[in-house]
């Protein structure tokens, strides 16, 4: 059954790193998402993409934050200067236009 | 505004015993209604949605949902757990229209004791 994968599962970086965190959805998905979740608190949206372009995204996803598809197959999500309060796990996910929503495993980030 | 509320953040059941997991929402259009099931280290898994039609609907692992608009409810139920059923389980709701993001309750982590 294909599957949403996200690399790395578990990335440790400093405080005003960069970071990228990469999907590949599943092959025949149009629209792609980031969600992201806080230790302990409820599952977040980020951001959707469709046809190459941002089509919604939250007031969370501030100009630190960018997505990107560069190749068609791929997904990335980068943070451009990380601060304590990202640490969290984000969440790819893909769709059609039914609205249902595959996620990936996630991959945790924690910033020290 | 737009929410989902899950009442109940952690509930204990026998095995062998019923589920029910509370969801009310508050959303301006019509709604999608879902269920996700979470195990530990894993992504977040769907275990059934409600579109349109008939508003019990089925789902994997023998669970089933039903939505009630009167009430904004959209409650997961299940006949008889099993252990292997402990996880955390999110309610989410979306429009319609794809691209357009899910809001998630803040889930109700469930155990299973023998």
């Known amino acids: 059954e294909p599957e949403v994968t996200q690399t790395p599962s578990h990335q440790v970086t400093q405080m005003g790193q960069e970071v990228i965190l990469r999907c590949v959805p599943i092959?025949?998905?149009?629209?792609f998402y980031w969600y992201r979740q806080i230790l302990g608190q409820k599952v977040e949206f980020l951001v959707s993409?469709?046809?190459?372009?941002?089509?919604?995204k939250s007031e969370i996803f501030d100009d630190q934050f960018s997505v990107e598809r560069p190749d068609g197959s791929n997904f990335t999500l980068k943070i451009r200067s990380t601060k304590l309060e990202d640490s969290a796990m984000y969440f790819c996910?893909?769709?059609?236009?039914?609205?249902?929503?595959?996620f990936g495993e996630g991959s945790r980030l924690t910033v020290l | 505004a737009q929410s989902v509320t899950q009442p109940d953040i952690h509930i204990t059941v026998s095995e062998g015993a019923s589920l029910e997991l509370r969801c009310n929402y508050s959303?301006?259009?019509?709604?999608?209604l879902f269920w996700y099931v979470q195990s530990p280290g894993q992504g977040l898994q769907l275990l059934l949605k409600?579109?349109?039609?008939?508003?019990l609907v089925q789902g994997i692992k023998g669970f089933e949902a039903e939505f009630k608009r009167s009430q904004s409810s959209f409650n997961l139920r299940k006949p008889s757990v099993h252990w292997s059923d402990a996880a955390e389980y999110f309610c989410?709701?979306?429009?319609?229209?794809?691209?357009?993001?899910?809001?998630f309750g803040k889930g109700t982590t469930l155990s299973v004791s023998s």
């Open positions: 989410a709701v979306g429009a319609k229209q794809a691209g357009t993001a899910l809001i």
């Open positions: 409600y579109f349109s039609g008939d508003t």
């Open positions: 959303y301006g259009a019509t709604p999608y």
């Open positions: 996910a893909g769709g059609t236009f039914t609205g249902e929503l595959f």
């Open positions: 993409f469709y046809n190459n372009e941002i089509s919604e």
């Open positions: 092959s025949n998905h149009l629209y």
